[in-house]
């Protein structure tokens, strides 16, 4: 994580803002969340309703222990009561049914346009952000923002329409008692408010530091081999408890401040009631008030002090709901790549003629390629070759259009690269990392990967060409065998899979980043020769490591600190004994 997302885990949740973003996002919806809203503010109304008619209902009670009992009146309040807390309940189950509903949608939405989004970021973002961070907002965030709508949003209307529907009544039933409850009850509002101002900046740090552990988790299980491999077990086990402590601490203090509003708002309701019984029964015996007043009261004050309970219970879920819109939105309204619909979407037919002329390019704290300029003509073999960071994976990623430079500019067939769109470049080319990429799925999806109208013969020839026919044919089901992390598959045969994926795509140009590194020297050959097949008449460019590799290039492009410093042929360079025959030599010294 950078400075600027841990300087976010001490900003307080703007809920307000949130708010006004996600009534934004949801505007097609938000008739029916208003809908639902008001019925829960109907519910809560017809709540209120009960306590004054059971107040009668006691009166009655207590007039007839003398005279009888008036049971058609009693039983006329009892009917009325059935029916609004039936409807009460009606409201409530409707409102719920609607918001879960809509929120539900809005969640699938806002994780497919996540989802769509990461296609449209620059590849910058990714080099500041962590791919566990960005899932975490896929999911975790999502979740926890859908979830505090359907339950918190809902039940803090009804609670505020609650509040001031008790407030109301109770001072048209008797304001002294009213008075003596408010007096009370509001000692416990300070506190809620004093204790939300201090809790905020702990939702923010819950969903932050889970999003950093995520990051962290991703990254050491991708690469657990390593870690074992470099004994860095302790290490990785150390700040993993430094990340998990910080999650634990976040999520400790603020649950903590948010658990204490639960049992403060019950003092504080045990108080009124104490407070109501000790007045209430000095102005009935004054001959004030009458006897059902103070029932109706005593039930006042359950649904009195509730609500604010269930307020600052729901602003506590709100605020940790807030807090994940924020990285949520954060990261659908980042920069995008710009916009290139004005530009021709045909693919032009391509010949290869690659110039690369004055490119320079820079991170901003940086200067990576500082003035690169090259030749290739169609059909060559361009082999680049350097120490570590001399800048040749980001020259590829530049003739990619994965970064853009900052000036020159890089042709193909005599056209800036700018001038066409990035799908029309990334057409163009076919691309073999050294980093394997299979997902779970059968051996023919992998193969054929977002690529139309390929046949089995299609794949038989280049697997064939590949070495990997006997390996294919030694699985049970074939092509149809799902490759999953069980699957007992070398690094190796990762390789030659996508490899076979390359050789599929047909494209005019090539590119491969040390491709045959994972592969003993055995299968090397075979790639090798499959390899020089698949780069006839095509332009091929070769990141080198191993530079007995590339003998056979047409052209070497030797980089040192961002410049191209030497091209020729193997044989010219060696004759050269310039760096290249400085690099070459030392890979074959032999160690005493």
Request: charged share 20%.
């Amino acid at each position: 994580m950078g400075p600027h997302n841990r300087m976010a885990v001490t900003e307080k949740v703007d809920l307000g803002a949130s708010l006004k973003k996600i009534s934004a996002y949801m505007r097609g919806d938000l008739a029916l969340m208003i809908t639902a809203l008001v019925l829960a503010a109907f519910g809560a109304v017809l709540t209120i309703v009960g306590p004054d008619k059971i107040g009668e209902m006691t009166n009655l009670m207590a007039e007839g222990f003398a005279s009888g009992i008036d049971m058609a009146a009693v039983a006329k309040i009892g009917i009325f009561l059935a029916v609004i807390y039936g409807l009460s309940a009606i409201f409530t189950f409707t409102q719920h049914y609607i918001m879960a509903t809509v929120t539900l949608k809005m969640s699938r939405r806002m994780r497919g346009e996540l989802s769509e989004k990461i296609n449209r970021v620059p590849q910058k973002y990714f080099n500041t952000t962590s791919q566990g961070d960005i899932l975490s907002r896929i999911t975790n965030d999502v979740s926890t923002l859908q979830q505090g709508l359907t339950n918190s949003l809902p039940t803090i209307i009804s609670a505020a329409t609650q509040f001031v529907g008790c407030l109301i009544m109770m001072f048209v039933t008797e304001w002294r008692l009213a008075l003596t409850s408010l007096g009370i009850t509001l000692i416990g509002l300070l506190l809620i408010v004093l204790i939300m101002s201090r809790s905020q900046k702990y939702f923010a740090a819950r969903q932050q530091s889970l999003g950093e552990l995520n990051g962290y988790i991703e990254e050491m299980y991708s690469g657990h081999e390593v870690v074992r491999i470099s004994r860095a077990g302790k290490g990785v086990k150390e700040r993993f408890d430094g990340m998990n402590r910080a999650v634990y601490d976040a999520n400790w203090k603020s649950q903590f401040l948010s658990g204490l509003m639960q049992p403060l708002m019950n003092v504080i309701g045990n108080v009124a009631y104490v407070a109501v019984c000790v007045v209430g029964s000095v102005l009935a015996i004054n001959g004030t008030i009458r006897f059902g007043v103070i029932i109706s009261f005593i039930m006042y004050v359950r649904l009195f002090t509730s609500p604010l309970t269930q307020i600052a219970q729901g602003m506590t879920n709100m605020q940790t709901a807030a807090a994940s819109a924020n990285r949520v939105f954060d990261f659908l309204e980042s920069e995008e790549l710009p916009d290139e619909s004005d530009k021709p979407d045909e693919m032009p037919e391509v010949k290869g003629a690659v110039s690369f002329e004055n490119v320079r390019f820079s991170y901003p704290d940086k200067i990576i390629i500082k003035n690169f300029s090259a030749e290739v003509s169609p059909g060559q073999k361009v082999a680049i070759v350097g120490p570590t960071g001399a800048g040749k994976t980001t020259m590829v990623n530049l003739l990619m259009r994965f970064f853009e430079i900052n000036s020159g500019s890089i042709k193909i067939d005599g056209t800036p690269i700018s001038e066409l769109r990035r799908e029309t470049v990334h057409n163009m080319f076919a691309m073999v990392l050294q980093d394997t990429w299979l997902f779970e799925g059968t051996v023919r999806e992998n193969l054929v990967y977002n690529m139309q109208g390929v046949t089995d013969a299609d794949l038989e020839r280049v697997c064939r060409a590949c070495g990997l026919d006997k390996f294919v044919r030694s699985l049970p089901h074939g092509f149809d065998t799902v490759l999953t992390d069980s699957t007992s598959i070398s690094a190796g045969q990762k390789q030659m899979l996508t490899i076979a994926r390359a050789m599929l795509q047909n494209s005019p140009m090539l590119i491969l980043d040390e491709a045959t590194s994972s592969v003993d020297t055995r299968t090397e050959l075979i790639i090798q020769r499959a390899m020089d097949q698949l780069m006839q008449n095509r332009t091929s460019f070769v990141i080198a490591h191993r530079l007995s590799t590339i003998k056979n290039a047409d052209l070497i492009l030797v980089m040192r600190e961002g410049d191209v410093i030497e091209s020729g042929t193997h044989e010219e360079l060696m004759a050269a004994g310039g760096f290249y025959a400085e690099l070459y030599n030392s890979q074959f010294e032999k160690t005493a």
